[in-house]
């Protein structure tokens, strides 16, 4: 008898399985979703039955603005973006023309290959020095971001035209050129510190770095789009002095215009004296809460720190020595505001208001109200002033302010900061 040796068998192998995939399809585009055998979720466009118009400008949206747009970002962002693009579009233009003056007026051949070196050259003096000085206002430009971004434009057109000038008076070449780089330094640094908050008044989602990025994409392309036509009008219309002193007036009035209203175009959610006093003007006359974007159009960015009426006539971040004058009046006003973090007294129509260190913009619109209440009661003409009035406008806040702070937060405000630009603060 033989035995059988039986063979062992070996294990079936599986075979190896391929990638789950799905499709999705989207306004005429077919995609195709898979892992991959690592994990890795990979996107490929299986059809796509959009027209070639259609293509382009999606593609466009991708690369210049912020992913989601127009869900992912605030009320008025692309009114803001149009007249950033023409801003920077002017602005480089008039740059080019205003470095081929500096190339004449210093007795070279202004050929625009030679622009960039010069410029740079000339930059490194007088504009440190702006930088310097300008950079000592962080505070007021957190405060006014708006109205330090068109000053910074303001500065930096007056240096361009220094430099568009210069022809006229070579033997002051150095003065008018180091003036110019002097006004651009400052320039320089308002706007690039003001940059951070306009963006996060556009940020829906936490996209501040993809609403940075698309925004310096747009600046960037449209530099190079200005530069090629300050070039062209530099070989043509702009050869001579007197075309550039008829060109850069325009060039610079557009700049100026597009940057404005790139600013009123932008809901900056962040309380200052201006926003703080409209909220409650706006809350006093209608019983509503007013967001960054209805206020973005009534701000007044040429004087920021003008008092409005209509809220109490409230100056704030005053020295505590304007709001009490002895230390009687002292005594009195911290037993009206016994836990308060603000101080306030009326005198000579208007309010002045001191904060502590600590005040948060909930303490500044906790003495607002106060301010705005006790004004709306003298003007009623029930015969109180004074004290007594400061006492029944503090009473009758704390009966409305849990559900006013509500609809603030509500609307979309950032109360945990008061911005008042360097104001006067006490601590006890």
Not at 136 to 149: C, H, Q, V, Y
């Amino acid at each position: 008898m033989f035995a059988t040796k039986s063979k062992s068998k070996e294990p079936m192998k599986e075979p190896p399985r391929r990638p789950d995939f799905w499709i999705e399809t989207c306004d005429s585009v077919s995609q195709i979703c898979r892992f991959d055998s690592n994990g890795r979720l990979s996107v490929t466009i299986a059809s796509d039955s959009r027209p070639i118009i259609q293509r382009v400008v999606e593609s466009f949206l991708n690369k210049f603005f912020p992913s989601g747009y127009p869900y992912s970002v605030n009320e008025g962002y692309l009114t803001y973006t149009q007249f950033r693009a023409l801003q920077h579009f002017s602005s480089a233009a008039l740059s080019v023309l205003s470095t081929q003056s500096l190339l004449f007026a210093a007795g070279l051949r202004p050929t625009p290959a030679q622009a960039t070196a010069v410029s740079w050259i000339l930059k490194d003096g007088m504009q440190h020095a702006g930088k310097l000085i300008c950079s000592n206002m962080g505070a007021r430009m957190d405060s006014e971001p708006k109205s330090w971004r068109i000053l910074a434009d303001v500065l930096y057109d007056l240096g361009t035209g220094l430099e568009v000038v210069s022809p006229l008076c070579p033997h002051l070449f150095l003065e008018t050129a180091g003036l110019g780089n002097f006004a651009k330094g400052m320039a320089v640094v308002a706007a690039r510190a003001t940059r951070l908050p306009i963006y996060s008044s556009f940020a829906k989602e936490g996209n501040l770095s993809d609403l940075f990025a698309k925004g310096e994409a747009i600046s960037t392309l449209f530099n190079v789009l200005g530069i090629g036509a300050g070039i062209q009008l530099a070989s043509t219309v702009c050869s001579s002095i007197q075309g550039k002193l008829i060109v850069a007036p325009l060039l610079s009035a557009i700049h100026i215009y597009s940057v404005a209203e790139e600013m009123r175009a932008a809901p900056v959610n962040t309380l200052n004296p201006q926003r703080t006093a409209m909220i409650v003007a706006n809350f006093l006359e209608s019983g509503k809460i007013s967001s960054p974007a209805d206020l973005r159009y009534q701000e007044n960015l040429i004087h920021p720190g003008r008092v409005i009426k209509e809220a109490g006539n409230v100056k704030v971040g005053q020295p505590l020595k304007n709001v009490v004058k002895n230390l009687s009046a002292l005594k009195e006003l911290r037993d009206i505001f016994p836990s308060e973090k603000f101080l306030i007294n009326r005198q000579d129509k208007l309010t002045y208001m001191s904060l502590e260190q600590s005040a948060s913009g909930e303490d500044a619109l906790r003495g607002w109200l106060v301010a705005a209440f006790a004004d709306a009661m003298e003007k009623s003409g029930d015969g109180s002033s004074g004290l007594p009035v400061l006492n029944a406008a503090y009473e009758k806040m704390e009966s409305v302010f849990p559900g006013f702070l509500s609809e603030v937060k509500m609307r979309g405000w950032y109360t945990d900061q008061f911005l008042d630009g360097n104001g006067k603060r006490y601590a006890f």
